[in-house]
């Protein structure tokens, strides 16, 4: 019996790289999934990402992260987090800030993991004033969402 490939054995590799800290083979392995005419799925283009970011490789993360929206896989709030999170270790401020933004945007939701990694990048970078600047959105984020929460449980 021959294993037939599929995008969730792709995945389930790619997450395994990932952890190890191999982007090099994530990468590759998104690669050969698109040539062995297999839809790459944001879960995918997460891995790749959340690879890259463990690898200190926030450009490759970025061009991940660009390159899925060319074939309409959108990012969710994981695949925010780990481009974010990339960034965070190679001092790019600017980008966590740009993301939590986006994300606004985008209508992905934002959860304390992409607020921290932006608040931490800050920090490393000695932007204190836009830590406090995040800390303050994290705190409207939060009201929004408990907004929706009373209202959808009829409490409003």
Known sequence: ?????????YNSTM??????????????????????????????YGSAISACEKGGEWQLASFVFHSSREVAVFPNTITY????SSGEKAGQWQLGIHLLHSMCRDKVERIDVSFNAAISACEKAGRWHFA????????KN???????????????
């Open 1 to 9: 019996m021959q294993l037939r490939h599929n995008i969730i054995i």
């Open 15 to 44: 997450n395994a790289c990932a952890s190890a800290t191999r982007w090099k083979v994530a990468l590759c392995l998104l690669e050969s999934c698109q040539r062995a005419e297999l839809s790459p799925t944001v879960v995918s």
């Open 81 to 84: 987090d780990a481009y974010i």
């Open 132 to 139: 406090v600047q995040t800390l303050g959105a994290t705190a």
């Open 142 to 156: 939060r009201q929004s969402v408990n907004n929706l929460f009373a209202v959808k449980c009829g409490e409003s």
